[in-house]
């Protein structure tokens, strides 16, 4: 990383005093706190407009006495103005109905998983089939030690795409998703539903009806409807709960949950399909409903599927993405004082632009010889000022601060975590879209052109007038579901992208992509050298293979009855092995040209005497002396 702009600093600050450090110096400013870019380290265009952007910078802060980077008061205390080194990774998403910004965790078996974020990505996209990540960063604080009796537990609600996993929360942000400008809400009051909502599905999986659910774990008074589940205990275990019906009352349980939730007494999550209509004591991943609401009973039988939660409501109502959160760094381009963050740490915070684009950024510390120093909260606020936010959220950092892209096609952590590796966590803010159905197919290649047959099965939602794909530089049009690619170099992987064009003229990448080779050149065999002394044959294989095709460095010989396999393109046999006079040879190889075929080619030459009459294909030099070149016979 370069540091030339320190160097400046420095002399600025030995000759003038730290006073002579102002925003002149092309810094952002806020708040007492200031925020540097020395350099670009890397920027990646991500699809649907995500953008991707890696900074060498410095921050400063008017904030002194705290630790400098983290680590303990050994390593020195923040001095107030000057400036210290910082690595920064940002994301931009713009709002919008395409790309959405949801909360997940690994909630398999029932229970909260503590996950890596690159697994809870692969988690999610398993879950939802046609979905894929660009991006991702951690997420809430969360029962960190599992001393809660669900442990690992966010600290907040976790809400994606209107399933409310977790809605007990003191506070949150959340996320429109919609293409607003106000497309980030915090800092505002938190409501939940005063019943629990039962949600019945049809076999579509469409929701055709609600219903409140009056009682938790206690009979159902006459026109009512309860739900029962097992809660675990302070030592993690299961607690059995069992019911028993009554005139008027109808049960319905679910005895294999897709998944059952229960976070507390109070806070449940069930949805499954109804299996059984007679009460039984209920465990891990079951539950039921009781109930004596005529209308209730109409729509419930075995085979139906349901769903069970709370919802959050009032300033939250619009949001169905919501992640619990932290501090408020900035409100309305305001920054508060926030006493807990005022010491220095890797840090993790998503914030709004005034015209919707929501910011993530992530940045290092704890590793001052590396140059990550840390943020307090001012510095926070002046990142994040840098980049026009108007509203900015702490969420949770340290050894969990992780900002992860997928870059053609791979997932790639951008930052560095402090733990020296990514830390298991119990969720994050994933960055999703859906992407057009598409059918890929490679319709011809060679070692110059591919060619690609792409058959559009359904936009899901995207306005498409025109598709392209992108491939060596060149973006061309996808015309009559085929395009082509030529002048190309054989035997080298191509990466290619697609983009689509809507009513409006706008171009938009799309998240499918991929890579694809170009043929190999044909090999050709030229001829074998054998070199005979007293004792024994030293045999070389002649050949072109300029996109190594074949396997001619490590191909098979046969000498009279014997088998020997060539090491580099030569071997030498002794004569005590296969016999003094070479009666028989037979050559065996392979060939891929990158087509998927492994063809087998089978030469031999069957007596002595056809030396001389294979077309110069083999070359014998009786009698060498160190040079191998006394003489040479076809």
Request: with cysteine.
């Amino acid at each position: 990383m370069k540091r030339f702009n320190l160097a400046i600093i420095a002399m600025l600050i030995a000759f003038f005093g730290l006073a002579t450090i102002r925003a002149e110096d092309g810094a952002t400013e806020i708040a007492g706190a200031r925020f540097l870019v020395e350099e670009i380290i890397e920027e990646n265009e991500l699809p649907y407009g995500v953008k991707h952007t890696k900074i060498d910078g410095f921050t400063s802060t008017s904030l002194t006495g705290y630790d400098v980077d983290g680590l303990g008061s050994l390593t020195g205390l923040v001095e107030s103005g000057k400036y210290y080194e910082q690595v920064v990774n940002v994301l931009e998403v713009p709002s919008s109905d395409v790309v959405r910004i949801t909360p997940w965790a690994n909630l398999n078996d029932n229970k909260w998983t503590l996950t890596t974020v690159r697994g809870m990505i692969n988690d999610y996209e398993s879950k939802h089939p046609g979905w894929k990540v660009i991006a991702a960063i951690n997420g809430d604080f969360f029962d960190i030690g599992g001393s809660g009796n669900l442990p690992y537990q966010t600290n907040g609600a976790m809400v994606s795409n209107g399933e409310y996993y977790k809605t007990s929360t003191a506070r949150q942000v959340g996320f429109t998703n919609d293409g607003r400008a106000d497309s980030l809400i915090g800092n505002e009051p938190v409501q939940r539903t005063e019943y629990m909502k039962l949600a019945v599905y049809d076999d579509e999986g469409n929701i055709t009806s609600e219903f409140n659910i009056e009682k938790i774990n206690a009979a159902p008074a006459a026109g009512e409807t309860a739900i029962y589940f097992a809660i675990y205990d302070s030592n993690h275990a299961i607690v059995p709960v069992n019911f028993t019906g009554a005139p008027g009352l109808s049960c319905y349980v679910v005895g294999e949950a897709e998944l059952a939730l229960p976070n507390s007494a109070t806070d449940f999550y069930g949805r499954g399909v109804i299996s059984a209509r007679a009460p039984q004591e209920l465990g891990i991943g079951q539950f039921a409903i009781v109930t004596g609401n005529e209308a209730v009973k109409a729509v419930l039988d075995t085979g139906v599927k349901i769903r069970c939660q709370y919802e959050l409501i009032g300033a939250y109502a619009d949001a169905k993405d919501i992640t619990g959160g932290g501090d408020t760094i900035m409100n309305d381009g305001i920054v508060p004082e926030v006493t807990a963050l005022k010491n220095r740490a890797p840090r993790t915070v998503v914030g709004r632009k005034a015209d919707g684009t929501i910011v993530m950024m992530v940045i290092d510390g704890r590793q001052a010889s590396k140059g990550m120093y840390g943020a307090d909260y001012s510095e926070l606020a002046a990142v994040m000022h840098s980049y026009g936010c108007v509203e900015v959220y702490n969420l949770d950092g340290g050894g969990s601060s992780t900002m992860i892209i997928r870059k053609e096609g791979l997932l790639e952590v951008k930052n560095t975590p402090s733990d020296g590796r990514e830390r298991t966590d119990s969720n994050c803010l994933l960055v999703v879209a859906r992407d057009p159905n598409l059918d890929i197919d490679l319709a011809e290649m060679n070692i110059s052109k591919l060619a690609f047959d792409i058959d559009l099965k359904a936009e899901n939602g995207h306005d498409i007038d025109k598709m392209y794909m992108e491939l060596n530089g060149e973006l061309k049009e996808i015309e009559d579901g085929t395009v082509e690619f030529t002048d190309l170099t054989p035997n080298t992987e191509y990466d290619y992208r697609l983009y689509y064009r809507d009513a409006e003229g706008k171009l938009t990448r799309i998240i499918t992509d991929g890579r694809q080779k170009t043929m190999k050149r044909m090999p050709e065999f030229i001829k074998i050298q054998i070199y005979e002394d007293g004792e024994r044959f030293k045999i070389t294989i002649i050949y072109n293979d300029p996109d190594t095709a074949a396997t001619f460095d490590i191909c098979t010989l046969s000498i009279n009855d014997k088998k020997a396999s060539f090491y580099k393109g030569e071997m030498k046999v002794l004569k005590s092995k296969v016999g003094n006079r070479i009666e028989y040879l037979g050559l065996s190889y392979f060939y891929n040209l990158n087509d998927g075929k492994n063809e087998h080619v089978e030469l031999e030459w069957p007596t002595y005497e056809h030396y001389r009459d294979f077309e110069a294909k083999i070359q014998y030099i009786p009698n060498y002396v160190n040079d191998y070149a006394t003489a040479v016979y076809r």
